[in-house]
Structures are given as structure tokens and as C-alpha cells.
């Protein structure tokens, strides 16, 4: 794979990240209510800092747990005969509140349909919508997010890499073409 662009720096992110934050203050009205859930891996380290950022605007502390969702995947036949599990911890209850799921790239939507089944076994949340870094278009399901730090317009061709501490040494986001075999360029 050949990287095509770098289409998010590190204050980039930060920027869309503190937007986003902004916007879940606003459309539910204050934070009282909201909790917020990264699907593993990328969306975890999203979550938390959405939560860093509301915190510094509301002063106060969101609810912030992570989301497995291996077991709930459409495609876990396709996986590896022992896919790795990364585990879910959600140390509060979410029934009747404002679930935020949080993940880095929306593209088919499969990923936020799992998710929501992985949820609805939780609990019976108020309200679950889904706030992405990145939306790369080409939907196979009904399923829009309700804050998105950019819309990055793809091709099938094309691969978008999230790359965010602790799982990679720099914050960036990525382009890579998927027909070219030329070694993968790091941050």
C-alpha cells in the first residue's frame, strides 16, 4: 500500500475532537444524562479524550466505558478461528441514558450495527448516536452519525488509517491506495 494523503494532523484531530465534543454538549442539552462508549480499539482513546474535552467546558466528569463487539459481527465466521477479544468494561449502567458510541472511521456501518446489538444487551439506553472521526462514505446500512470530525470522500481503492496513542506513536489519519504494493509509509 502507497500513502495517497495525510489528510489529519495531530491538531487536526484535536480541533474536530473539541468540536465534537461541543456538539454532544449541545444537542443533548448539558452532560447529565450522556455517557460515552469507544468501540475497541481506536474508538476507546476517542472516547476518552471526547470526555477530556467536555470536561474542560462543563467541568464535570463523563461516564466513559469501551465496547467489544467480535461476538455481534456479522463477518465472525469470515475471522480467524480464535479472534482476539478485546473485552468491554461499562462501570455504570446505561439503561435510560444518552449513549455516545464512539469509533474512528464510519464506512459500511456494519461496525455501529454491532454495536448497538452489543448495547441492547446491556441495557435499554435512552438514546444511542454515534459520533465518528472520520465518515468515509459507502454505507451498506441505514446507519448516519450524528457528529463526524470530517467527511473524507473515498473509493473502494482506498484505505483510511486512524492512527492515535496508546496503539500507534503519533495522532494522524491517513489515506493509503489499496492497488499499490509499495511498503506503508509511517507518521
Do not use: W
Amino acid at each position: 500500500m502507497k500513502e495517497k494523503a495525510r489528510i489529519m494532523d495531530d491538531r487536526a484531530m484535536q480541533r474536530a475532537m473539541q468540536r465534537i465534543a461541543h456538539e454532544i454538549i449541545e444537542k443533548n442539552k448539558g452532560t447529565e444524562n450522556v455517557v460515552l462508549i469507544g468501540i475497541q480499539r481506536r474508538g476507546v482513546p476517542i472516547a476518552q479524550q471526547l470526555a477530556r474535552h467536555i470536561e474542560q467546558v462543563e467541568n464535570t466528569r463523563i461516564p466513559t466505558g469501551m465496547l467489544d463487539i467480535t461476538f455481534y459481527r456479522d463477518d465472525l465466521s469470515l475471522l480467524a478461528e480464535h479472534p482476539v477479544i478485546n473485552g468491554t468494561d461499562i462501570p455504570f449502567n446505561i439503561t435510560d441514558r444518552d449513549v455516545v458510541l464512539t469509533d474512528d472511521v464510519l464506512f459500511t456501518g456494519r461496525t455501529t450495527r454491532a454495536a448497538m446489538d452489543a448495547i441492547m444487551e446491556v441495557g435499554r439506553a435512552r438514546t444511542i448516536q454515534l459520533a465518528v472521526l472520520i465518515d468515509r462514505g459507502h454505507r451498506e446500512l441505514p446507519i448516519r452519525a450524528d457528529f463526524v470530525g470530517k467527511n473524507v470522500p473515498t473509493s473502494r481503492s482506498e484505505l483510511i488509517s486512524v492512527r492515535i496513542p496508546p496503539y500507534d506513536l503519533e495522532s494522524c489519519v491517513l489515506v493509503f491506495d489499496l492497488n499499490d504494493e509499495e511498503e506503508t509509509k509511517q507518521c
